[in-house]
Protein backbone atom coordinates (compact mmCIF):
# COMPACT_ATOMS: atom_id res chain seq x y z
CA UNK A 1 0.00 0.00 0.00
CA UNK A 2 1.38 3.57 -0.60
CA UNK A 3 -0.02 6.36 1.28
CA UNK A 4 2.26 9.26 -0.09
CA UNK A 5 0.31 12.13 -0.75
CA UNK A 6 -0.07 13.42 -4.25
CA UNK A 7 1.90 16.52 -3.27
CA UNK A 8 5.07 14.81 -2.14
CA UNK A 9 4.36 12.20 -4.96
CA UNK A 10 5.45 15.20 -7.76
CA UNK A 11 8.41 15.96 -5.69
CA UNK A 12 12.15 14.33 -6.35
CA UNK A 13 14.82 13.94 -3.72
CA UNK A 14 17.31 16.12 -4.11
CA UNK A 15 20.25 15.04 -6.45
CA UNK A 16 23.37 16.88 -4.21
CA UNK A 17 22.43 15.48 -1.40
CA UNK A 18 21.79 11.83 -2.99
CA UNK A 19 25.70 12.11 -4.08
CA UNK A 20 26.81 13.85 -1.03
CA UNK A 21 25.51 10.70 0.21
CA UNK A 22 27.14 7.77 -1.88
CA UNK A 23 30.53 9.76 -0.93
CA UNK A 24 29.97 9.50 2.43
CA UNK A 25 29.58 5.97 1.83
CA UNK A 26 32.30 4.92 0.38
CA UNK A 27 34.03 7.52 2.68
CA UNK A 28 33.14 5.19 5.35
CA UNK A 29 34.28 2.36 3.22
CA UNK A 30 37.30 3.68 3.56
CA UNK A 31 38.10 5.03 -0.28
CA UNK A 32 39.99 8.06 -0.87
CA UNK A 33 36.94 10.34 -2.37
CA UNK A 34 37.61 13.83 -3.06
CA UNK A 35 34.15 15.38 -2.32
CA UNK A 36 33.01 18.02 -4.37
CA UNK A 37 29.63 17.60 -4.42
CA UNK A 38 28.34 19.26 -1.16
CA UNK A 39 27.37 22.81 -1.21
CA UNK A 40 29.02 24.38 1.62
CA UNK A 41 31.86 25.50 2.56
CA UNK A 42 34.43 23.49 4.55
CA UNK A 43 35.93 26.28 6.69
CA UNK A 44 35.44 25.72 10.45
CA UNK A 45 32.63 28.13 11.93
CA UNK A 46 35.06 31.43 13.74
CA UNK A 47 35.91 31.03 17.24
CA UNK A 48 33.63 34.24 18.52
CA UNK A 49 30.60 32.99 16.51
CA UNK A 50 31.02 29.50 18.94
CA UNK A 51 31.79 31.47 21.78
CA UNK A 52 28.36 33.07 21.45
CA UNK A 53 26.60 29.79 21.60
CA UNK A 54 28.92 28.82 24.26
CA UNK A 55 27.48 31.90 25.89
CA UNK A 56 23.83 31.54 25.19
CA UNK A 57 23.62 27.79 26.18
CA UNK A 58 25.52 28.70 29.70
CA UNK A 59 22.72 31.67 30.48
CA UNK A 60 20.31 29.50 29.87
CA UNK A 61 18.73 30.25 26.72
CA UNK A 62 17.20 27.20 25.85
CA UNK A 63 13.89 27.86 25.85
CA UNK A 64 11.51 28.73 23.13
CA UNK A 65 11.97 32.16 21.43
CA UNK A 66 9.23 34.22 19.06
CA UNK A 67 8.47 32.35 16.29
CA UNK A 68 9.78 34.72 14.07
CA UNK A 69 13.05 34.93 16.23
CA UNK A 70 14.76 36.87 19.15
CA UNK A 71 14.78 40.69 19.35
CA UNK A 72 18.27 40.91 19.23
CA UNK A 73 18.26 38.93 16.10
CA UNK A 74 16.04 40.48 13.92
CA UNK A 75 17.69 44.17 15.25
CA UNK A 76 21.03 42.61 13.92
CA UNK A 77 19.30 41.51 10.87
CA UNK A 78 17.97 44.92 9.98
CA UNK A 79 21.12 46.57 11.16
CA UNK A 80 22.75 44.25 8.42
CA UNK A 81 20.45 45.23 5.82
CA UNK A 82 21.12 48.98 6.33
CA UNK A 83 24.68 48.27 6.72
CA UNK A 84 25.06 45.84 3.45
CA UNK A 85 22.33 46.48 1.18
CA UNK A 86 20.87 50.16 1.74
CA UNK A 87 18.07 48.50 3.41
CA UNK A 88 15.35 50.55 5.17
CA UNK A 89 13.72 48.04 7.64
CA UNK A 90 11.96 47.65 10.74
CA UNK A 91 13.00 45.07 12.63
CA UNK A 92 9.74 43.67 13.08
CA UNK A 93 9.80 42.83 9.43
CA UNK A 94 12.40 40.60 9.24
CA UNK A 95 12.04 37.13 9.76
CA UNK A 96 14.01 34.13 11.43
CA UNK A 97 13.39 30.70 10.08
CA UNK A 98 15.79 27.21 10.13
CA UNK A 99 17.78 27.84 7.08
CA UNK A 100 17.19 30.10 4.23
CA UNK A 101 15.85 27.21 2.82
CA UNK A 102 12.58 27.42 5.60
CA UNK A 103 12.32 30.82 4.72
CA UNK A 104 11.46 30.18 0.88
CA UNK A 105 9.44 27.17 1.71
CA UNK A 106 7.62 29.13 4.13
CA UNK A 107 7.14 32.08 1.21
CA UNK A 108 6.38 29.50 -1.00
CA UNK A 109 3.75 27.55 0.61
CA UNK A 110 2.45 31.22 2.13
CA UNK A 111 1.61 32.29 -0.78
CA UNK A 112 1.10 29.69 -4.30
CA UNK A 113 -1.73 28.34 -5.24
CA UNK A 114 -2.77 25.84 -7.76
CA UNK A 115 -2.48 26.96 -11.15
CA UNK A 116 -0.38 29.86 -10.45
CA UNK A 117 3.28 30.01 -12.02
CA UNK A 118 6.69 30.60 -10.63
CA UNK A 119 9.18 32.07 -13.35
CA UNK A 120 12.65 30.27 -12.25
CA UNK A 121 15.52 30.59 -14.21
CA UNK A 122 18.11 27.50 -14.71
CA UNK A 123 20.32 26.48 -14.01
CA UNK A 124 18.89 27.00 -10.63
CA UNK A 125 18.91 25.77 -6.98
CA UNK A 126 17.25 22.04 -7.23
CA UNK A 127 14.73 22.56 -4.02
CA UNK A 128 13.03 25.64 -6.09
CA UNK A 129 10.76 23.89 -8.62
CA UNK A 130 10.50 20.97 -6.07
CA UNK A 131 9.31 23.36 -3.79
CA UNK A 132 7.24 24.81 -6.35
CA UNK A 133 5.49 21.52 -7.34
CA UNK A 134 4.80 20.78 -3.93
CA UNK A 135 2.39 23.46 -3.59
CA UNK A 136 0.68 22.11 -6.66
CA UNK A 137 1.62 25.50 -8.57
CA UNK A 138 3.98 25.40 -11.77
CA UNK A 139 7.64 25.93 -12.00
CA UNK A 140 8.54 28.00 -15.23
CA UNK A 141 12.18 27.07 -16.28
CA UNK A 142 13.87 29.77 -18.69
CA UNK A 143 17.19 28.19 -19.66
CA UNK A 144 20.51 29.82 -20.30
CA UNK A 145 23.47 28.98 -21.13
CA UNK A 146 26.85 29.89 -21.30
CA UNK A 147 26.68 32.27 -24.07
CA UNK A 148 24.89 34.92 -21.26
CA UNK A 149 27.24 33.72 -18.80
CA UNK A 150 24.28 31.41 -17.56
CA UNK A 151 21.92 34.38 -16.70
CA UNK A 152 18.38 35.11 -18.45
CA UNK A 153 17.45 37.95 -20.29
CA UNK A 154 14.99 40.84 -19.76
CA UNK A 155 13.39 40.01 -23.57
CA UNK A 156 13.12 36.42 -21.66
CA UNK A 157 11.23 36.98 -18.18
CA UNK A 158 8.86 39.11 -20.39
CA UNK A 159 8.29 36.14 -22.37
CA UNK A 160 7.41 34.07 -19.79
CA UNK A 161 4.83 36.19 -17.49
CA UNK A 162 1.77 36.34 -17.77
CA UNK A 163 -1.83 36.91 -15.54
CA UNK A 164 -0.59 33.38 -13.90
CA UNK A 165 2.63 34.27 -13.17
CA UNK A 166 3.25 34.80 -9.48
CA UNK A 167 6.71 34.70 -8.09
CA UNK A 168 10.14 35.18 -10.10
CA UNK A 169 13.12 33.26 -8.26
CA UNK A 170 16.22 34.63 -9.00
CA UNK A 171 19.43 33.52 -7.07
CA UNK A 172 22.50 35.66 -7.36
CA UNK A 173 25.79 34.65 -6.82
CA UNK A 174 24.26 31.35 -8.16
CA UNK A 175 24.45 28.29 -6.86
CA UNK A 176 25.29 26.29 -9.31
CA UNK A 177 26.93 28.20 -11.90
CA UNK A 178 28.69 30.69 -10.23
CA UNK A 179 26.76 33.49 -12.06
CA UNK A 180 26.75 37.77 -10.37
CA UNK A 181 23.84 39.54 -12.10
CA UNK A 182 25.09 43.61 -11.84
CA UNK A 183 23.77 46.54 -11.07
CA UNK A 184 22.68 46.79 -14.73
CA UNK A 185 21.46 43.79 -15.55
CA UNK A 186 18.96 44.09 -12.46
CA UNK A 187 18.11 47.44 -13.37
CA UNK A 188 16.84 46.02 -16.74
CA UNK A 189 14.92 43.42 -14.99
CA UNK A 190 13.58 45.84 -13.12
CA UNK A 191 12.65 47.28 -15.66
CA UNK A 192 10.27 44.43 -17.32
CA UNK A 193 8.87 43.58 -13.09
CA UNK A 194 8.04 47.49 -13.34
CA UNK A 195 5.10 46.80 -15.85
CA UNK A 196 4.09 43.51 -13.90
CA UNK A 197 2.74 44.48 -10.81
CA UNK A 198 1.42 41.35 -9.50
CA UNK A 199 4.93 39.36 -9.95
CA UNK A 200 6.53 38.51 -6.32
CA UNK A 201 10.58 38.48 -6.26
CA UNK A 202 12.49 36.77 -4.58
CA UNK A 203 15.88 37.71 -4.12
CA UNK A 204 18.52 34.80 -2.71
CA UNK A 205 21.18 36.45 -1.80
CA UNK A 206 22.25 33.75 0.37
CA UNK A 207 25.87 34.04 -1.74
CA UNK A 208 26.34 37.80 -0.56
CA UNK A 209 29.38 37.55 0.56
CA UNK A 210 31.09 35.13 -1.85
CA UNK A 211 32.05 37.11 -4.84
CA UNK A 212 35.24 38.09 -6.16
CA UNK A 213 36.02 41.31 -7.68
CA UNK A 214 32.21 42.22 -8.44
CA UNK A 215 30.36 44.35 -6.44
CA UNK A 216 27.06 42.66 -4.59
CA UNK A 217 23.46 43.89 -5.25
CA UNK A 218 20.04 42.89 -4.45
CA UNK A 219 16.96 43.96 -6.39
CA UNK A 220 15.29 46.19 -3.39
CA UNK A 221 18.43 47.99 -2.83
CA UNK A 222 18.34 49.27 -6.46
CA UNK A 223 14.72 49.52 -7.45
CA UNK A 224 13.25 50.53 -4.08
CA UNK A 225 9.64 50.91 -5.67
CA UNK A 226 9.80 47.62 -6.42
CA UNK A 227 10.40 46.79 -2.78
CA UNK A 228 6.84 46.16 -1.43
CA UNK A 229 6.68 42.77 -3.67
CA UNK A 230 10.85 41.79 -2.99
CA UNK A 231 11.12 38.72 -0.73
CA UNK A 232 14.94 39.71 0.45
CA UNK A 233 16.49 36.19 1.14
CA UNK A 234 19.97 35.40 3.16
CA UNK A 235 21.68 33.26 5.58
CA UNK A 236 24.30 32.71 8.34
CA UNK A 237 25.50 29.07 6.34
CA UNK A 238 27.39 29.82 3.50
CA UNK A 239 28.42 33.61 5.15
CA UNK A 240 29.85 32.34 8.02
CA UNK A 241 30.41 29.07 7.52
CA UNK A 242 27.26 28.07 9.70
CA UNK A 243 25.14 25.52 7.67
CA UNK A 244 24.83 22.36 10.67
CA UNK A 245 23.43 25.84 12.43
CA UNK A 246 20.04 26.33 10.43
CA UNK A 247 19.73 30.30 10.54
CA UNK A 248 18.17 32.39 7.67
CA UNK A 249 16.18 35.49 7.59
CA UNK A 250 14.59 37.58 5.37
CA UNK A 251 12.64 40.65 5.40
CA UNK A 252 9.69 41.68 2.80
CA UNK A 253 6.32 42.31 2.32
CA UNK A 254 4.32 42.70 5.44
CA UNK A 255 1.48 40.42 4.86
CA UNK A 256 3.65 37.81 3.50
CA UNK A 257 6.11 38.30 6.30
CA UNK A 258 2.76 38.34 8.50
CA UNK A 259 1.62 34.69 6.53
CA UNK A 260 4.92 33.25 6.81
CA UNK A 261 4.94 34.03 10.57
CA UNK A 262 1.40 32.23 10.46
CA UNK A 263 2.50 28.89 8.73
CA UNK A 264 5.69 28.49 10.59
CA UNK A 265 3.99 29.09 13.67
CA UNK A 266 1.97 26.00 13.38
CA UNK A 267 4.76 23.94 11.46
CA UNK A 268 8.66 24.59 13.51
CA UNK A 269 8.24 27.53 15.75
CA UNK A 270 11.39 29.43 16.46
CA UNK A 271 14.54 28.50 14.98
CA UNK A 272 17.12 26.86 17.45
CA UNK A 273 17.65 29.24 20.32
CA UNK A 274 21.51 28.83 20.36
CA UNK A 275 22.32 29.33 16.81
CA UNK A 276 20.01 32.56 16.30
CA UNK A 277 22.26 33.68 19.38
CA UNK A 278 25.53 32.49 17.72
CA UNK A 279 23.75 34.30 14.62
CA UNK A 280 23.56 37.84 16.66
CA UNK A 281 27.69 37.65 16.83
CA UNK A 282 27.32 35.98 13.19
CA UNK A 283 25.99 39.44 12.12
CA UNK A 284 27.22 42.05 14.78
CA UNK A 285 30.87 40.89 15.01
CA UNK A 286 34.06 40.90 13.74
CA UNK A 287 33.79 40.57 9.73
CA UNK A 288 37.29 40.99 8.62
CA UNK A 289 38.00 36.71 8.28
CA UNK A 290 35.69 37.18 5.31
CA UNK A 291 38.19 38.65 3.07
CA UNK A 292 40.40 36.00 4.02
CA UNK A 293 38.16 33.15 2.96
CA UNK A 294 37.24 34.85 -0.54
CA UNK A 295 41.26 35.01 -0.97
CA UNK A 296 41.18 31.46 -0.61
CA UNK A 297 38.13 30.94 -3.01
CA UNK A 298 39.83 33.00 -5.27
CA UNK A 299 43.00 31.30 -5.29
CA UNK A 300 41.25 27.81 -5.93
CA UNK A 301 38.68 29.06 -8.86
CA UNK A 302 41.36 30.11 -10.39
CA UNK A 303 43.57 27.33 -10.26
CA UNK A 304 40.55 25.09 -10.90
CA UNK A 305 39.30 26.84 -13.70
CA UNK A 306 42.71 26.97 -15.15
CA UNK A 307 43.57 23.20 -14.90
CA UNK A 308 39.62 22.28 -16.27
CA UNK A 309 40.22 24.30 -19.85
CA UNK A 310 43.36 22.24 -19.81
CA UNK A 311 41.19 19.04 -20.37
CA UNK A 312 40.18 17.65 -23.48
CA UNK A 313 36.40 17.99 -23.52
CA UNK A 314 35.78 20.26 -20.98
CA UNK A 315 35.01 23.75 -21.25
CA UNK A 316 34.99 25.81 -17.67
CA UNK A 317 33.81 29.94 -17.37
CA UNK A 318 35.67 31.78 -14.66
CA UNK A 319 32.34 32.63 -12.28
CA UNK A 320 32.57 35.23 -10.49
CA UNK A 321 30.64 34.42 -7.27
CA UNK A 322 29.93 31.34 -4.56
CA UNK A 323 32.02 28.60 -4.80
CA UNK A 324 31.31 26.57 -7.73
CA UNK A 325 31.93 26.21 -11.18
CA UNK A 326 29.87 24.44 -13.95
CA UNK A 327 32.04 23.28 -16.48
CA UNK A 328 30.52 22.01 -20.18
CA UNK A 329 31.37 18.01 -20.42
CA UNK A 330 29.98 18.02 -24.55
CA UNK A 331 33.00 16.87 -25.56
CA UNK A 332 33.08 13.78 -23.85
CA UNK A 333 29.43 12.48 -24.46
CA UNK A 334 29.44 9.58 -27.12
CA UNK A 335 32.73 7.66 -25.30
CA UNK A 336 33.08 4.97 -23.37
CA UNK A 337 35.33 5.10 -19.99
CA UNK A 338 38.02 2.87 -19.14
CA UNK A 339 35.59 0.82 -16.86
CA UNK A 340 33.32 0.50 -19.81
CA UNK A 341 30.89 2.90 -19.22
CA UNK A 342 29.38 4.60 -22.29
CA UNK A 343 28.83 8.75 -21.66
CA UNK A 344 25.41 9.28 -23.17
CA UNK A 345 24.84 12.82 -20.66
CA UNK A 346 26.01 14.61 -17.69
CA UNK A 347 24.44 11.94 -15.22
CA UNK A 348 26.76 9.28 -16.77
CA UNK A 349 29.68 11.38 -16.73
CA UNK A 350 29.17 12.32 -13.16
CA UNK A 351 28.64 8.51 -12.05
CA UNK A 352 31.51 7.43 -13.67
CA UNK A 353 33.64 9.87 -12.35
CA UNK A 354 32.35 8.71 -8.79
CA UNK A 355 32.67 5.26 -9.51
CA UNK A 356 36.00 4.99 -11.50
CA UNK A 357 37.69 7.70 -10.15
CA UNK A 358 36.53 8.68 -6.25
CA UNK A 359 35.45 11.86 -7.15
CA UNK A 360 32.09 13.24 -5.83
CA UNK A 361 30.51 16.26 -8.23
CA UNK A 362 26.78 16.36 -9.31
CA UNK A 363 25.17 16.55 -12.64
CA UNK A 364 24.13 19.58 -14.64
CA UNK A 365 20.21 17.55 -15.58
CA UNK A 366 19.56 18.29 -11.65
CA UNK A 367 20.10 21.83 -12.03
CA UNK A 368 18.50 22.01 -15.18
CA UNK A 369 21.08 22.78 -17.45
CA UNK A 370 23.02 20.10 -19.49
CA UNK A 371 25.53 18.94 -20.87
CA UNK A 372 27.46 20.29 -17.43
CA UNK A 373 28.16 19.51 -14.27
CA UNK A 374 28.61 21.25 -11.23
CA UNK A 375 31.96 21.42 -9.09
CA UNK A 376 32.40 22.11 -5.87
CA UNK A 377 35.78 24.47 -5.10
CA UNK A 378 34.76 24.77 -1.10
CA UNK A 379 37.98 21.64 -0.90
CA UNK A 380 41.48 22.31 -0.24
CA UNK A 381 43.81 23.22 -3.06
CA UNK A 382 45.20 19.80 -2.48
CA UNK A 383 42.39 18.58 -3.07
CA UNK A 384 41.69 20.35 -6.19
CA UNK A 385 45.44 19.23 -7.24
CA UNK A 386 44.20 15.59 -6.88
CA UNK A 387 40.77 16.29 -8.16
CA UNK A 388 42.24 17.32 -11.56
CA UNK A 389 44.82 14.63 -11.96
CA UNK A 390 41.62 12.64 -11.96
CA UNK A 391 39.55 13.95 -14.41
CA UNK A 392 43.11 14.31 -16.26
CA UNK A 393 43.60 10.22 -16.15
CA UNK A 394 39.33 9.93 -16.21
CA UNK A 395 39.42 11.69 -19.74
CA UNK A 396 43.28 10.11 -21.09
CA UNK A 397 41.13 6.45 -20.24
CA UNK A 398 38.13 7.30 -22.48
CA UNK A 399 38.11 5.56 -26.18
C1 LIG B 1 22.61 26.79 0.53
C2 LIG B 1 21.55 27.50 -0.22
C3 LIG B 1 20.38 27.99 0.39
C4 LIG B 1 19.95 27.84 1.82
O1 LIG B 1 20.77 27.27 2.68
P1 LIG B 1 20.37 27.17 4.22
O2 LIG B 1 21.47 26.35 4.79
O3 LIG B 1 19.03 26.53 4.32
O4 LIG B 1 20.35 28.57 4.77
C5 LIG B 1 19.49 28.71 -0.37
N1 LIG B 1 19.71 28.94 -1.66
C6 LIG B 1 20.81 28.49 -2.28
C7 LIG B 1 20.97 28.79 -3.71
C8 LIG B 1 21.76 27.74 -1.60
O5 LIG B 1 22.83 27.27 -2.25
Redesign the pocket.
Known sequence: MNMISDALARVKPSASMNISAIALEKKAAGVDIIPMSA?EPDFDTPDHIKEAAKRALDAGKTKYTAVDGVPELKKAIADKFKRENDLDVDPSNCFVAT????I?YNALVASLNPGDEAVIPAPF?VSYPEMVRLTGATPIILETSAETEFKITPAQLEQSINANTKWLLL?SPS?PSGAVYNKEELEALADVLRKHPNVLILM?D??EHLTYGKTFYTMAQIAPDLADRVLTMN?V??AYSM?GW???YCTGPEWLIKAMRKLQGQSTSNPCSIAQWASVEALNGDQTFLDDWRKAFIERRDHLVARLNKIDGLECLTPDGAFYVYPSCEGLLGKTTAGGRKLNNDEDVVMALLEEQDVATVHGAAYGVSPHFRISYAVSMENIDKACDRFEAFVAGLT
Request: hydrophobic letters at 20%; proline letters at 0%; aromatic letters at 10%.
Open positions: GGGKQIWNNDIYGSKTRIG
